[in-house]
């Protein structure tokens, strides 16, 4: 059986990049195979999936980083520091080769607004262990990804309930 480790990228403005890396996480757990979610932008909300990866223990874990950072602070040196310890993170858990699958959630965002170099992202990315996934979403991802990637999926939005002021969904969403 080939076990050939890809980079894949979920980006596009659409809804489902989040949801696509959950429904491989699951599908992996299938395997036994284990597999690490870092998120890196703090939601407003609680997420479903960080109570939800209970029930994989032991195959799956979520971190999620960035407390209090996000791109509307008013400390933005702050947030730069608390982006590049989270990007350190996240390289150490990819050089431990104790997962078969790294989700990288909203990881697009740290290039986009210049918080982590991307070249920094792409030297790691390009050492990770031969067979290990990674899989990264956000929207707007930058071209060095793209470039790097064995797989990219733009999510299009066609319609999303939200235009017509259907507030999220717990479950849905969220
Ligand atoms: P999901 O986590 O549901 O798969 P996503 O990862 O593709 O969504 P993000 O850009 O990370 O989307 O946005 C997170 C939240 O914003 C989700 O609750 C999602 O439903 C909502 N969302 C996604 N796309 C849109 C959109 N086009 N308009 C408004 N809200 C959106
Ligand atoms: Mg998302």
Redesign the pocket.
């Known amino acids: 059986m080939s076990n050939k480790g890809l980079i894949s990228v979920f980006t596009g403005?659409?809804?489902?990049?989040?949801?696509a890396a959950l429904g491989l996480m699951l599908r992996s757990s299938g395997y036994g195979k284990r597999v690490c979610m870092i998120q890196f932008i703090k939601g407003d909300w609680k997420c479903g999936e960080h109570e939800g990866v209970k029930h994989l223990e032991g195959l799956a874990e979520i971190h999620a980083m960035g407390k209090g950072f996000t791109w509307k602070s008013d400390d933005i040196e702050k947030d730069i520091a608390l982006a590049k310890e989270a990007w350190a993170f996240a390289s150490k858990k990819i050089q431990e080769e104790a997962f078969s699958m790294i989700i990288l959630d909203?990881l697009t965002y740290l290039i986009k607004y210049k918080m982590v170099e991307e070249q920094d992202i792409i030297n790691v990315l390009k050492n990770k262990p031969e067979n290990l996934h990674i899989v990264i979403?956000g929207?707007d991802a930058s071209d060095g990804l793209i470039a790097l990637a064995d797989l990219v999926t733009e999510?299009k939005?066609i319609k999303?309930p939200?235009k017509k002021g259907v507030p999220?969904q717990q479950g849905f969403?969220?």
């Open positions: 403005n659409g809804k489902g990049k989040t949801s909203e979403t929207r999510m939005e999303h939200y999220a969403d969220y």
